[in-house]
């Protein structure tokens, strides 16, 4: 799910942080910024699928300018209710974050309404929401070379998809991508403080590295001819990124949403893309479908979403899709160590010996003269271990 705090309280973080700007440039005693007229509003982040697991929801509170973060909502009792006589329970496993004690799914033709008490009292029911269609499926997931708006090239991730029956129409999608880091000074030799060869370990040639998607990707294709998506761009990557310097994978999520759930994931799209602080079309308050069943004015931010999903993963070679464009590249300068005029063959190893136990460099090569002795080479760390940019474990679901 969307981080709500994210994009609903973000223009107004940045409409103070320019205030206060503007008054520091103008004075030089110490102000103490503090907001007014501020509103804790509960954020409830819920999706349930048609996915057999352990469902998940986040309760938190919308928090100051001056606080650290998101205040989690803890102690709080939270159920959905299937066919209104079923009652699936959560457990809070995390501070904020609760846990289906059973795994299930939702299914066609019930209905599931989320309840929520909290500990200060508060009582929280969401509408009946039911499971769209399952009838949509990926047809593909595919890199594409590029340009993005701003005329950076690089690859981007489009998919495909069909509703054969035309009962699905409006998508939302996540992905969470992974990729490999090839470190390419990687030699199977290591030098120690004690100026002694030893054979380097294999986990730092090759690592792993990823992350999920963070923003609202969704469409609809209700005004279309076909409950068709084709060339949805997901994903762009600038080609100098890391995560195509090597090999590249990505896992698609679709959800198949309700029209509400998607009106209500566009409105929060929107409002978070503005590009005016003050644009008139910014909304007061997004509302969603849960509502305090104590107290009908107070404000809730969220939305009990009942989606139906599929996926899909897709792997590929930056060498197949980019190969001539610059890439990721750490500056691997070499680093030679040599015994100046004025220091000692002591002093010198000392420094070595401290240059190799600082961390900061890798061996790379010895360079032997018959004269002056063995010369040590390095490069700096990253470039000679991968360990510098991920983990050398290796995902499960990885294909070479």
Not at 27 to 32: G, I, K, L, S, T
Request: charged share 25%; aromatic share 12%; proline share 3%.
């Amino acid at each position: 799910m969307i981080s709500f705090h994210k994009y609903v309280w973000g223009k107004r973080r940045m409409f103070f942080m320019l205030l206060l700007c503007l008054m520091l440039s103008n004075c030089v005693e110490e102000f103490d910024f503090k907001t007014e007229d501020f509103e804790s509003i509960l954020v409830i982040k819920a999706s349930l699928t048609n996915e057999q697991k352990y469902h998940q929801m986040k309760l938190s509170r919308t928090y100051k300018f001056e606080d650290d973060g998101p205040l989690v909502v803890q102690g709080a009792t939270v159920s959905i209710l299937e066919n209104k006589d079923i009652v699936h329970t959560f457990e809070e496993i995390f501070p904020g974050t609760y846990q289906s004690t059973q795994m299930f799914r939702a299914e066609p033709n019930k209905s599931y309404q989320l309840s929520i008490e909290t500990r200060d009292g508060g009582v929280y029911m969401s509408e009946e929401e039911v499971l769209p269609s399952e009838n949509s499926i990926i047809d593909e997931v595919y890199p594409k070379r590029m340009f993005n708006d701003n005329g950076t090239e690089g690859v981007g991730i489009l998919i495909d998809s069909y509703d054969i029956t035309g009962n699905s129409n409006y998508y939302r999608y996540e992905f969470e991508e992974t990729y490999r880091i090839t470190a390419d000074f990687w030699t199977r030799v290591d030098l120690t403080t004690s100026l002694e060869f030893v054979d380097r370990p294999d986990g730092q040639e090759k690592c792993y590295n990823g992350g999920t998607s963070n923003k609202i990707i969704i469409t609809d294709t209700s005004g279309l001819l076909e409950d068709k998506v084709t060339g949805l761009l997901l994903h762009f990557i600038d080609a100098e990124d890391i995560s195509v310097a090597d090999r590249y994978s990505i896992l698609v999520r679709q959800f198949v949403q309700s029209r509400e759930a998607n009106g209500f994931y566009n409105v929060i799209n929107n409002f978070s893309e503005s590009e005016s602080l003050f644009s008139q079309l910014q909304p007061g308050f997004v509302s969603g479908n849960i509502i305090s069943t104590i107290n009908e004015n107070e404000r809730i931010l969220g939305f009990f979403e009942v989606a139906s999903v599929t996926e899909k993963r897709m792997f590929f070679n930056r060498e197949d899709i980019i190969r001539d464009l610059p890439r990721f590249s750490p500056v691997c300068d070499r680093v030679i160590p040599r015994q100046e005029s004025n220091e000692t063959e002591d002093e010198f190893l000392r420094r070595l010996r401290a240059l190799i136990a600082s961390g900061s460099v890798k061996f790379l090569e010895e360079i032997r003269d018959p004269d002056s002795g063995s010369t040590y080479v390095f490069v700096p760390r990253g470039c000679g271990d991968c360990t510098v940019y991920g983990r050398s474990i290796i995902p499960d679901f990885w294909e070479n």
